[in-house]
C-alpha cells in the first residue's frame, strides 16, 4: 500500500472519527473501502450509460426492447 495525504476539514474529520466503524477499523480502512465503493459506483454508471446510448442508436430507437428491464428479477434488487 502506498501512503497519501488527504485534507479534511475539522468538522468532517470529527464527524468521521465518531463513527464506531472508524473507531473500530480504523480510518485508513473505512477510506479505502469508500474509495472502493465510489469506483464501482462509477463503473456500473459509465456501463448503464452505454447501454443506453448503444440501444437508443438502434434503428428502432430501442423499442424493441422498451420495458425490457421491469421483467424478472434482478440479484440484489
Not at 442508436?57 to 434482478?74: H, I, K, M, R, T
Request: net charge negative; glycine share 8%.
Amino acid at each position: 500500500m502506498k501512503p497519501i495525504q488527504v485534507m479534511f476539514d475539522e468538522a468532517l474529520l470529527a464527524r468521521l472519527d465518531a463513527s464506531e466503524e472508524v473507531r473500530r477499523e480504523g480510518r485508513s480502512a473505512v477510506l479505502r473501502r469508500v474509495a472502493a465503493e465510489f469506483l464501482q459506483r462509477k463503473q456500473q454508471q459509465m456501463i448503464a450509460e452505454q447501454y443506453r446510448e448503444a440501444y437508443a442508436a438502434a434503428p428502432d430507437g430501442g423499442e424493441e426492447l422498451a420495458g425490457w428491464s421491469e421483467e424478472g428479477s434482478w440479484p440484489g434488487s
